[in-house]
């Protein structure tokens, strides 16, 4: 196969949708829309690799995907890119539940707890040469700092006979523990 050169990571993403196609053109199976978006950006979950929007979330009705830039290797990148697009496949209509899962495994993905994914060896075989036909990827991976540590955070305090839960400063923790207004006994302090 010939290696491609692309400027851009979009461009190197794109490319990856065309060879990730075939992944989902089964008989009588979703066929992915010509028109989908790709980007490497902040999903809007921390700890999310990459999401996928629906087409009524977008101005023009077209699917949106964000992979993190936390990451900069192209394999990773890939299995990432085949993971949304089953959610472009589903329609983004059923989370990571079972209609879901049957597109993701049929791409090759092996679906673990709350939709986590990682290739199988087939695919695995499949992203390596991906990689090698799409080239180098115009990408290094970029590090979020760190926010800054919240100083007013409510702490929870709830009795342990009966359940009851307030959330209060650990200013006023400080002063005094509350107690249950229940059956009077100090609550507990979650740390």
């Known amino acids: 196969m010939l290696t491609q050169s692309h400027s851009t990571r979009e461009a190197w993403l794109v490319a990856a949708i065309g060879l990730a196609r075939p992944l989902f053109a089964v008989p009588g199976g979703p066929e992915l829309p010509p028109a989908i978006r790709i980007s490497l950006g902040w999903p809007a979950s921390r700890k999310a690799l990459g999401e996928c929007w629906s087409p009524k979330a977008s ?3 077209t699917f949106e995907i ?3 830039p936390g990451r900069d290797s192209p394999q990773e990148i890939l299995a990432t890119v085949v993971h949304e697009l089953a959610h472009v496949a589903d ?3 059923h989370g990571h539940r079972r209609p879901w899962r049957r597109l993701a495994e049929a791409a090759g993905l092996i679906v673990g707890p709350r939709g986590q994914t990682h290739p ?3 695919l695995d075989v499949r992203l390596n040469d991906w990689v090698n036909t799409l080239g180098a990827l115009p990408h290094a991976a970029i590090t979020k700092p760190a926010g800054k540590k919240q100083s007013t955070r409510m702490v929870k305090c709830e009795c342990p006979d009966c ?5 209060t400063t650990r200013k006023w ?4 523990v ?3 207004p229940v059956d009077g006994d100090k609550m507990t302090v979650a740390e």
């Open 91 to 93: 329609a983004c209509l």
């Open 173 to 176: 923790i400080a002063v005094a």
């Open 59 to 61: 101005g023009d009705g």
């Open 178 to 180: 509350p107690c249950c």
């Open 66 to 68: 964000f992979v993190a």
């Open 120 to 122: 199988g060896a087939d």
């Open 163 to 167: 359940g009851y839960m307030v959330r």
